[in-house]
């Protein structure tokens, strides 16, 4: 079992829909990292988190540390969303290197 | 340059070769870090430098694997004696202070033929 899980691995819908991607992971962490790939591009940032919540135009990130779970929402999809977003952990121990999820590949349509 | 920059974006080279793949991370950032992503295995962590400590190179899968980075700054991946499984997109990412967020750069694909 790997230590990072995503859900769902494929996800397609309807420019204007509402978008969950979850991620769960079983280790104890000092941050968590929302990432973005698009076809043929690089990686991009999105959030950096280690409680709570946070928010930045269309999209939210939150984690919940005891349940060892966060969410990446995205409101008001655009087919320009279409991308992989990669769920990434600092474990506690390893001062900054990540162990990634296997990513949920997004397709939005117009 | 603004952001983290990796060269040569593609290098193609014979099995047995030695390769030698470059990063440059933003000015400032005192950590750097090396992954590979492949068609089979996603992303993985090769290595990661901060600031003067000893590099934590847990995620190198063979000892045919070396990077350094000299003062500080730029940092060099050595492949020697490359294999057909060693084809991946190399990519590099240099933050601040860990834990702090991770800029990634364009990343380098290798080919083994």
């Known amino acids: 079992k790997n230590e990072v899980e995503q859900s769902p691995q494929n996800l397609t819908a309807q420019e204007g829909e509402f978008i969950t991607i979850n991620c769960s992971y079983s280790?104890?962490?000092?941050?968590l990292h929302w990432l973005q790939q698009h076809p043929g591009g690089g990686i991009v940032s999105l959030f950096m988190l280690s409680s709570g919540k946070k928010k930045h135009g269309r999209l939210i990130a939150t984690i919940n540390i005891q349940e060892k779970h966060s969410s990446l929402h995205i409101t008001a999809s655009h087919p320009r969303d279409s991308a992989v977003y990669i769920c990434?952990?600092?474990?506690?121990?390893?001062?900054?290197?990540?162990?990634f999820g296997q990513g949920t590949i997004l397709t939005v349509h117009p | 340059g603004a952001g983290v920059s990796q060269s040569p974006s593609n290098k193609v080279t014979e099995k047995g070769k030695d390769v030698e793949l470059r990063c440059d991370p933003i000015s400032g950032h005192t950590a750097l870090y090396w992954y590979r992503q492949s068609l089979g295995q996603g992303l993985e962590f090769l290595i990661y430098?901060?600031?003067?400590?000893?590099?934590?190179k847990s995620g190198l899968p063979s000892d045919r694997f070396s990077a350094e980075r000299t003062g500080g700054s730029v940092s060099t991946l050595t492949i020697q004696r490359t294999q057909q499984e060693d084809s991946a997109v190399y990519l590099c990412?240099?933050?601040?202070?860990?834990?702090?967020?991770?800029?990634f750069g364009p990343g380098t694909r290798l080919t083994v033929l």
């Open positions: 990412a240099s933050s601040g202070v860990p834990p702090d967020t991770q800029y």
């Open positions: 430098f901060q600031g003067n400590s000893a590099p934590d």
């Open positions: 280790v104890g962490i000092s941050a």
């Open positions: 990434a952990v600092i474990p506690g121990t390893s001062y900054g290197k990540l162990t």
